[in-house]
């Protein structure tokens, strides 16, 4: 008898097969017996007749499993049109694995907080499920995208003797005898790279000691850092659109159960497959907030409601260009037009979402880079290395950040991120 996963059943229908499973849910009348399983896989259901198995096993069905009880499973696979996945399995012998008494999720309204609490096993449940397949699949299409489009995957480090976007958010560590900080970015390692490679990205954890609480910042985040040499702003946002349209795409065709389960429906993803994205200046914006009533000037940062307004105007992503130097990183180069800015763009997210990228082309000066870096405090003993980038052959290069989970919790209608990550850290929380 071949042992087989629930995702596989489609393939045996008719035949007696043995799965590894765990029970999520059961209900049973006199002669039958329904056990809601999961396999890591997917999801479905058991029956089991009295009349079909031997009274042993029906008994133990009805009184020993218990939530997440663990077992193999052995029946036949049968269609089973009433439910979403569309197979069953007809129970003929059950072999428990590992026990389960009082587990302490139960199918009813828990608070957020107990949930997480209980994240190491509250990720055995239906939504975490599809959220983690969702994040798993975004990873590979970024995988996909970026090797078909000519990049080279590259490895910043995370333990960095700097702070690109600021020291204040920096997560300090002991390095021997010196001090280490978890890395805010892999940017300035990527611009390294691209003078290397061509065209890289990374794809790694970052971290930022922010003591903010808001439902779109986590203390530990992925990013996601293409880095371009031979590129100019506006080539770098035709990436930065297709590789988000080229992402959503992608889980229309592949996770659509997923989509479903999380409650967003593929019709209203499909309108962000389509280029291009609006674009927007930054004194555009300004104006456009100022009509639409909001309490902004010229040389204000954008918070989430400012965000949420401009995205709501078109329903779609859209690009922010060209804010003022005051309120971005000291490696974006003076904006020719208008010196007060500097040459880059955000993407914000339609739907309340904000903001999922920055990106900006790059200073590529080696007098501008070093006067800019003596502005912001930035040694030369640590910060050396990337004049160099600048001394040695210095090309116009651009590149952005897009954050994996701020990405996630939009297309899967999140109204926080943490639960587009395994296991989030925020201000109050680095358990489990
Ligand atoms: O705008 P940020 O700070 O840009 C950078 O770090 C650049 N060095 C990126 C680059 O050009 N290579 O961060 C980039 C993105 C944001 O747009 C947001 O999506 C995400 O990272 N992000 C966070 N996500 C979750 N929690 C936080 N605390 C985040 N901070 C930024
Ligand atoms: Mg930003």
Same mark, same amino acid.
């Given at each position: ?15 007696? +097969?043995?799965?590894? +499973? ?17 396999? *890591? ?37 049968? &269609? ?17 694995? *590992? ?110 000691? &922010? ?15 293409? &880095?371009?040499?031979?590129?100019? &702003? ?9 590789? +988000? ?106 739907? *309340? ?49 897009? *954050? ?29």
């Amino acid at each position: 008898m071949e042992t087989i996963t629930i995702s596989q059943s489609p393939q045996h229908v008719g035949e007696t +097969v043995r799965i590894g +499973v765990w029970l999520t849910d059961k209900r049973s009348s006199g002669k039958i017996a329904f056990l809601q399983l999961r396999d *890591g896989t997917g999801f479905f259901q058991g029956i089991i007749r009295k009349n079909n198995v031997d009274e042993e096993t029906f008994e133990l069905a009805k009184h020993d499993l218990h939530q997440e009880t663990s077992f193999y499973v052995t029946g036949e696979i049968a &269609e089973d049109k009433r439910s979403k996945f569309g197979y069953e399995i007809h129970i003929t012998d059950i072999d428990v694995v *590992g026990t389960s008494d009082d587990y302490p999720i139960g199918n009813k309204e828990h608070g957020i907080d107990f949930l997480l609490d209980h994240r190491h096993l509250w990720l055995r449940s239906r939504k975490p499920w599809a959220l983690m397949r969702i994040r798993s699949r975004v990873k590979l299409a970024t995988m996909e995208f970026f090797n078909k489009h000519g990049f080279t995957q590259f490895d910043a480090p995370i333990l960095t003797g700097s702070a690109p976007e600021g020291t204040t958010e920096l997560f300090e560590t002991d390095y021997f005898d010196q001090s280490a900080y978890l890395s805010q970015s892999g940017q300035l390692y990527g611009e390294a790279g691209a003078m290397a490679l061509g065209r890289i990205y990374t794809m790694g954890p970052t971290f930022r000691a &922010e003591k903010s609480k808001t439902r779109r910042h986590l203390m530990e985040f992925w990013m996601i850092e293409p &880095e371009m040499a031979w590129m100019h &702003e506006d080539e770098n946002e035709e990436i930065q659109e297709q590789y +988000v349209a080229y992402l959503i795409q992608d889980l229309i065709d592949h996770c659509p159960l997923e989509l479903e389960m999380v409650g967003r429906s593929v019709e209203s993803l499909k309108p962000f497959t389509e280029l291009p994205y609006p674009r927007v200046t930054y004194k555009e914006a300004i104006k456009m907030l100022q009509d639409g009533g909001l309490d902004v000037k010229y040389g204000d940062d954008f918070g989430s409601p400012e965000e949420t307004y401009l995205a709501d105007q078109f329903k779609k992503p859209v690009f922010i260009k060209n804010y003022p130097k005051e309120i971005k990183a000291f490696y974006m180069p003076t904006n020719p037009e208008d010196d007060r800015e500097v040459i880059c763009a955000d993407l914000l997210a339609p739907e *309340g979402y904000g903001e999922i990228i920055g990106g900006s082309e790059r200073a590529y000066d080696y007098e501008y880079i070093t006067s800019k870096l003596e502005e912001n405090g930035l040694s030369k003993e640590n910060y050396g290395w990337y004049d160099d980038l600048r001394k040695y052959g210095s090309v116009p290069h651009s590149g952005f950040g897009m *954050g994996l989970e701020r990405f996630l919790a939009w297309v899967t209608l999140q109204d926080h991120i943490r639960e587009n990550i395994p296991f989030p850290r925020m201000l109050n929380r680095l358990n489990p």
